[in-house]
């Protein structure tokens, strides 16, 4: 039977305490060395319970912790709070997302690697490949309840197979706030783990539902709304809690629901408080400008699409829960009502859900996980590329060791397809399985397995045909089949304007009416020529940009693939085209806009004045002489920012000057080999 903790109070009564006496209480539980499930609300302070578990970890045994989060903007989050509390300490902070971080050469340095799922999963195939799997002494999966997402859920399960499989000693910490009982339950039976789980919210809140003009509490009215030109009352419930100095979420069941609701809100709201919009049509630079808006007030509303209570953490005093999509899970729905209320500028936060456009559904509280046709065959390719998988009874052990409920079909069914598309062998002699290079190549990347054949069918292609002048051939190579929105101009109509390289590049491609594909690979070249690409293209800049970091994963993987199977040359175009995508420029200025605070459009001035690389702006000798060349540029932006920029910029070129070396250091100490290609 699975040892199940709880925590029945949150505060402990004792003044001026750092945690409250769930931390407490669940930390003791870590720190004895065990394997912890925990469930606490959002807000409650898992992150507090998750360092403190880890850095005891490291402190007692030393090695890798793994910091595995679901989504880029939690990355982002989760490693500037940890780069804090390293300060003062020899542990490195090694982030492996959104491009950043490569192969680990240093295992006996203490670092804690905070990575996605899919990171997380090849990163650990590679060190039971290197024999270092023993090194990893914690791995933490926050947002554990996507175990059972399809998407990515299976990389998630994949760590924790592998964990299991190789016999590792590393100590997992599974947290969520919405994982259901008998789920828990039985996560915590396959990892021998314990559960704990404590309802405390620092933050009081109160939850209402709203049928008409009245809100309910648990199917008693508690209070009625009027009328007016407010017809769904939003105005009025965020006029009110405006006026309290509060500020609102108000979740929106589409894009166009967004811009339609903020639209309707502007002149109805009292006060001078802006209204601003949080989806995907914003470029990421613009999102992270909204948010820290909302947290600073300059901003106070904001209408934005659920993925918002997911990929970041931006509390408000009230959450309107107005409409969401009618596949919207009960789970996503308590993360979205998990953002009301402020710690320590609320005492209370309140959700409102309106019930007549919130069609969600509710997932079952039970112990099944299924396991999806790709994250088996890529659990077949990676345990048999690394040696956790040789014999036939090695497979059996495989299944065994998985979570999902349909396993054992699954694995079987991956095993016959991975060996009819070449990924893995069969020896009739020793009677072992082994991997491929093509096999190799792929456990060594992120890439999903059913998209190797047609990907090396397209560079197959481009090798009869390149037009070496113009990246568009192989940007088109990596736009995924399924792009962005609607575009609203159509291939041919693009080409008239191309020059004489691009047009012949688009040529061999084979211009077909209406290949969105194309569309994005034409905007995606012009950003990399540093064209204007503004009212171009009929698609928003948030469109463009996830097809830009679509085709930046692409690129990375496949010149692991390609290094993989012996096309050098194939995988150092790939390379070069992926880095300027990763930046944005030219290759004359790709040195330069690797640094942060430098854009492209201050790398291409810098170059014209003979400043190329990091080494010639610390050659310059003083952040004033680097102010003294941005106040030319930027003559409209006051002294006091470009001062700071320059400072910062400075601060930065120091930090990447001290890590290359590192990094070199690390290489000679691993013996100078570089068993996995990077994209620098």
Not at 150 to 174: D, F, H, N, P, W
Not at 454 to 459: E, G, S, Y
Request: proline share 2%.
């Amino acid at each position: 039977m699975t040892p199940t903790f709880s925590a029945r109070r949150g505060h402990n009564s004792t003044r001026g305490m750092d945690l409250y006496e769930w931390q407490r209480g669940c930390i003791d539980l870590g720190k004895t060395g065990t394997s912890v499930i925990v469930r606490a609300p959002t807000s409650a302070g898992k992150s507090r319970v998750c360092d403190a578990i880890l850095m005891h970890r490291l402190k007692q045994l030393g090695g890798v912790a793994l910091v595995v989060l679901p989504f880029v903007a939690l990355c982002d989050e989760r490693s500037e709070q940890i780069a804090v509390g390293l300060t003062g300490t020899d542990i490195r902070l090694v982030r492996m997302y959104g491009g950043q971080g490569g192969a680990l050469h240093n295992w006996q340095r203490d670092t804690i690697v905070v990575c996605t799922p899919e990171r997380a999963n090849q990163f650990l195939t590679q060190a039971i490949e290197l024999k270092r799997s023993r090194k990893i002494v914690f791995a933490v999966i926050d947002e554990a309840h996507m175990l059972r997402d399809r998407q990515r859920g299976g990389a998630m399960q994949g760590i924790l197979t592998k964990l299991r499989m190789c016999e590792s000693e590393a100590q997992v910490l599974c947290m969520s706030a919405t994982m259901k009982d008998r789920f828990m339950t039985t996560l915590a039976t396959w990892l021998g783990a314990v559960t704990y789980s404590t309802a405390f919210r620092p933050v009081r809140l109160r939850v209402y539902v709203k049928r008409g003009n009245v809100l309910y509490v648990d199917e008693t009215p508690s209070r009625e709304l009027s009328g007016g030109r407010d017809i769904d009352h939003i105005a009025q419930l965020t006029n009110e809690t405006i006026e309290m100095g509060g500020s609102v979420l108000v979740f929106c069941q589409s894009k166009i629901s967004c811009e339609t609701t903020a639209r309707a809100l502007r002149p109805l709201i009292t006060t001078a408080s802006k209204i601003g919009v949080h989806n995907s049509d914003l470029s990421s630079s613009d999102r992270v400008d909204m948010e820290e808006a909302f947290r600073a007030g300059s901003v106070r509303v904001i209408c934005c699409t659920s993925t918002l209570a997911m990929g970041v953490n931006l509390p408000a005093r009230r959450v309107i829960i107005r409409g969401v999509h009618r596949n919207t899970s009960d789970g996503m729905i308590q993360q979205m009502i998990g953002r009301a209320g402020r710690a320590g500028l609320d005492a209370e936060g309140d959700a409102i859900i309106f019930d007549e456009h919130c069609q969600y559904t509710t997932t079952p509280d039970d112990d099944r996980v299924h396991m999806h046709e790709s994250a088996a065959t890529r659990l077949v390719v990676e345990t048999v590329a690394s040696g956790l998988v040789k014999t036939s009874n090695d497979v059996h052990r495989l299944i065994d060791c998985a979570f999902a409920s349909d396993a054992r079909s699954r694995i079987h069914d991956a095993v016959k397809w991975c060996r009819e598309n070449g990924l893995i062998a069969w020896n009739e002699t020793s009677e072992t399985w082994s991997a491929t290079k093509l096999g190799s190549g792929l456990s060594s990347s992120t890439l999903s397995p059913e998209l190797v054949s047609p990907l090396l069918h397209r560079i197959q292609r481009l090798q009869r045909g390149a037009v070496l002048s113009s990246a568009l051939q192989v940007i088109y190579l990596l736009v995924p089949e399924r792009v962005g929105g609607d575009v609203c101009v159509t291939p041919r109509e693009l080409v008239c304007d191309m020059c004489e390289e691009d047009a012949e590049a688009a040529r061999r491609i084979g211009v077909r009416p209406f290949d969105a594909r194309f569309v994005y690979a034409v905007a995606l070249n012009d950003i990399i020529e540093e064209r204007s690409t503004e009212h171009k293209f009929g698609v928003s800049v948030g469109d463009i940009e996830q097809a830009r970091d679509a085709c930046i994963r692409t690129g990375m993987d496949l010149c692991v693939v390609c290094e993989s199977i012996g096309y050098g040359t194939v995988a150092s175009v790939i390379g070069r085209i992926t880095n300027r995508l990763i930046s944005g420029s030219k290759e004359s200025t790709l040195e330069l806009t690797r640094i942060p605070h430098i854009g492209a459009l201050r790398a291409r001035y810098l170059a014209r004045h003979g400043i190329r690389t990091p080494e010639d702006i610390l050659n310059l000798g003083s952040v004033d002489a680097l102010f003294a060349i941005l106040k030319k540029m930027s003559r409209n932006v006051t002294d006091g920012i470009l001062i700071k920029s320059a400072s910062n910029i400075f601060t930065a070129v120091g930090k990447m000057l001290e890590e290359k070396a590192q990094d070199i250091s690390d290489l000679i100490v691993a013996g100078g080999k570089r068993k996995y290609p990077e994209i620098t």
